[in-house]
T-cell receptor, first 114, second 120 residues
Framework: QKEVEQDPGPLSVPEGAIVSLNCTYS??????FMWYRQYSRKGPELLMY????GNKEDGRFTAQVDKSSKYISLFIRDSQPSDSATYLC??????????????FGRGTSLIVHP | DTGVSQNPRHKITKRGQNVTFRCDPI?????LYWYRQTLGQGPEFLTY????????KSRLLSDRFSAERPKGSFSTLEIQRTEQGDSAMYLC??????????????????FGQGTRLTVV
């Protein structure tokens, strides 16, 4: 079992839909949670960063962390065709040897069709 | 430019040749990471530097790979005697690990555009 599990999709939704992307993880030491967006053949772009549990909102994006369930989510409201990309979750811990090194899921491919 | 810069963007090389990639991090960042990403997979950690010290290497980093970060600024990743299995996107990221606050240490990592390596 990988430390961070993420369904690769693809997830196909109509324009304007609310998108829910999720990751589960096994390492209870993870405290820092990130979501990245990656367009084809480009580097990952940081979307959201959350420390510990709770929700964080930024425009159309909301990140949720449930540490008790080891489950994180990214919601995209009013999705647009330009949101079509791969969404990567990443997380890190303050453990001694691997301190703060982001560990990634494999990414979920999102397609928003007009 | 205030982002992470990687050069070259693309590299095609023959099997057995050596290649070197460069990464220029965000200037005030003290952490620099190298990752490798293959098609359909998330980035896989290779190694990282805290300032000029290389503190961790993953088992993915074979003896043919070496990374440096002289003076804690830019970094280079060299692959010797390249193999077809080395074909991938090589990503560099940087972050600033600082004193703890109520929001943690704000360790989010920012990535460059990557160097796509093709070994033929």
């Amino acid at each position: 079992q990988k430390e961070v599990e993420q369904d690769p999709g693809p997830l196909s939704v109509p324009e304007g839909a609310i998108v829910s992307l999720n990751c589960t993880y096994s390492n209870s030491a993870f405290q820092y949670f990130m979501w990245y967006r990656q367009y084809s053949r480009k580097g990952p772009e940081l979307l959201m960063y959350t420390y510990s549990s709770g929700n964080k909102e930024d425009g159309r994006f909301t990140a949720q962390v449930d540490k008790s369930s080891k489950y994180i989510s990214l919601f995209i409201r009013d999705s647009q065709p330009s949101d079509s990309a791969t969404y990567l979750c990443a997380m890190s811990a303050e453990a001694l040897r691997w301190s703060y090194i982001p560990t990634f899921g494999r990414g979920t491919s999102l397609i928003v069709h007009p | 430019d205030t982002g992470v810069s990687q050069n070259p963007r693309h590299k095609i090389t023959k099997r057995g040749q050596n290649v070197t990639f460069r990464c220029d991090p965000i200037s005030e960042h003290n952490r620099l990471y190298w990752y490798r990403q293959t098609l359909g997979q998330g980035p896989e950690f290779l190694t990282y530097f805290q300032n000029e010290a290389q503190l961790e290497k993953s088992r993915l980093l074979s003896d043919r790979f070496s990374a440096e970060r002289p003076k804690g600024s830019f970094s280079t990743l060299e692959i010797q005697r390249t193999e077809q299995g080395d074909s991938a996107m090589y990503l560099c990221a940087s972050s600033l690990v600082r004193h703890a606050t109520t929001q943690g240490r704000n360790t989010e990592a920012f990535f460059g555009q990557g160097t796509r390596l093709t070994v033929v």
